[in-house]
C-alpha cells in the first residue's frame, strides 16, 4: 500500500471572543489534510493554524509546506511507517510543529481505518472509556471572566483556567472573582502563559491562597527552568508546564530542574501523536503525569485529543477541551458532547468521527 496523494483544506471557525497573554482571536484557524491512498483509503488530520503569534507558522504557510515541501518526501511511502515518514519531515522540515501535527495525524486515521480499529488502539490501548475535561476563560475584565466561567459550568464542564496576563494585580482581581463566583467545590487552574516573572509569580500565588488553586501553569518563560523550580520550591500548590515542554529531552530537562510537577501535552507541538507518545512515555518514567492539552482545535485535532488521553497510563486530572466552550462551530457530522463533565472516547475507525462536507465548505478560507 503507498500514499497517492496529499490534499489541503484550510478553513476558520469563529470563536466567541478570546484573549490570552499572546493575543486575542476572533476565529479558529486550521488546515484539513487529506491522505490519499492507492487502496482508496483517506485518512483525514488537522494542522493548527490559529495562534503564529506562538507556533511561528500561519494558515498559508502550512498549507504552502504540505503540498510543496512535505508531499513530494511521503507520496509512495508505505502509511504504515508512521515512525519513518515522521523521521523524514523531521531530517529535512525543521521545526514547523503544526506542519507535522497534521500530517500524523492523518496517517493515525488513516492506518485505524485500514485495520478498522480506533486511533487508541495504534497508541497502546485506553486506559479510560471517558476523559474528565476542563476549559479556560480568556483574558477580560474580572466581572466577564467570571461570568464566562458561570457558563462554561452550565456546559457541563467542572474544571476551569483562568488565563493570566502581564498585569498580575489585575489578575489577583481576576481569580478572586471568578473563586467568588463559581465557589468553592469548583476547580480552578491559573496559566500566565510565561507573560510574569519568578518574584511576581510567588506573590501572586501568595495573594490568592485563601483561592485554592488546582495548579499554576507555566508563568515564565520557556527557557527559565530554574525560575520555575525556584516557584515551585516557594508555593503551596503543582506547578505544570506548558511553553518548556515539547520535546522527550524537554521532559528529561525540566525533571532535572525540579521545574515541574506534571506536563501539559499539546499535539500541535508534539507534531502529532507518535512524537506525542514518546513525551508521555519519558514523562511516566520520570514520575511527571501528563494531560492534553487545548490549542481551541476546531475539529479533528480535538477529537485526536482525546484518543491520546484515554491512552495515558497516568492521568491525575482533567485534560482542556477550551474548544469545546469558545469555538461557534463545528465541522463533525456529531459535534463533541461533554456528559457529567467527560468526553466519550470514539470507537469507529480512525478517530470515529464524520465530516459535514457542508459545513466544512461554510467555514473554507478560499
Not at 3 to 10: A, C, H, L, R, S
Not at 247 to 257: E, G, N, R
Not at 360 to 366: A, D, F, N, Q, V
Request: glycine letters at 8%.
Amino acid at each position: 500500500m503507498k500514499i497517492t496523494k496529499i490534499e489541503t483544506i484550510v478553513y476558520g471557525i469563529p470563536v466567541k471572543g478570546f484573549a490570552d497573554a499572546y493575543t486575542s482571536f476572533t476565529r479558529s484557524d486550521a488546515v484539513l489534510i487529506k491522505i490519499h491512498t492507492d487502496s482508496g483509503h483517506i485518512g483525514i488530520g488537522e494542522a493548527c493554524a490559529w495562534e503564529p503569534e506562538f507556533y511561528g507558522e500561519t494558515r498559508e504557510s502550512i498549507e504552502s509546506t504540505i503540498l510543496n515541501y512535505a508531499a513530494p518526501k511521503i507520496i509512495g511511502k508505505d502509511p504504515f511507517d508512521i515512525g519513518k515518514i515522521m523521521m523524514i519531515l523531521d531530517q529535512n522540515l525543521a521545526r514547523i510543529t503544526c506542519v507535522k501535527e497534521g500530517i500524523d495525524l492523518a496517517l493515525h486515521d488513516l492506518v485505524g481505518k485500514i485495520l478498522d480499529i480506533p486511533v487508541y488502539k495504534l497508541l497502546g490501548g485506553k486506559f479510560r472509556d471517558k476523559v474528565p475535561v476542563g476549559s479556560e476563560i480568556g483574558i477580560n475584565t474580572p466581572q466577564a471572566m467570571a461570568d464566562n466561567a458561570l457558563r462554561v459550568l452550565k456546559e457541563g464542564i467542572k474544571v476551569i483556567k483562568i488565563k493570566g496576563s502581564d498585569d498580575m494585580k489585575l489578575d489577583v482581581d481576576r481569580i478572586k472573582t471568578v473563586r467568588a463566583a463559581v465557589g468553592d467545590d469548583v476547580e480552578l487552574r491559573l496559566d500566565p502563559n510565561a507573560a510574569w516573572d519568578t518574584i511576581g509569580s510567588i506573590r501572586v500565588m501568595r495573594a490568592v491562597e485563601d483561592c485554592h488553586l488546582q495548579l499554576l501553569e507555566q508563568p515564565i518563560p520557556t527557557w527559565d527552568l530554574k525560575g520555575m523550580a525556584h516557584i515551585r520550591n516557594k508555593i503551596g500548590i503543582p506547578v505544570m508546564a506548558d511553553e518548556s515542554i515539547w520535546t522527550p529531552q524537554d521532559a528529561v530537562k525540566i525533571y532535572d530542574y525540579g521545574a515541574a510537577d506534571l506536563l501539559n501535552l499539546k499535539i500541535a507541538k508534539t507534531c502529532g501523536l507518535h512524537l506525542g507518545k514518546k513525551v508521555e512515555a519519558t514523562a511516566e518514567a520520570l514520575g511527571l503525569p501528563c494531560i492534553a492539552g487545548t490549542e481551541l482545535e476546531p475539529g479533528i485535532s480535538a477529537v485526536a485529543k482525546i484518543h491520546i488521553a484515554a491512552s495515558m497510563r497516568v492521568h491525575p486530572i482533567a485534560s482542556e477541551f477550551t474548544e469545546l466552550t469558545q469555538v461557534d462551530g463545528t465541522i463533525l457530522k456529531q459535534p463533541l458532547k461533554v456528559v457529567d463533565g467527560c468526553l466519550e472516547v470514539p470507537e469507529g475507525p480512525g478517530f470515529g468521527i464524520e465530516i459535514d462536507e457542508g459545513a466544512l465548505e461554510e467555514y473554507r478560507i478560499k
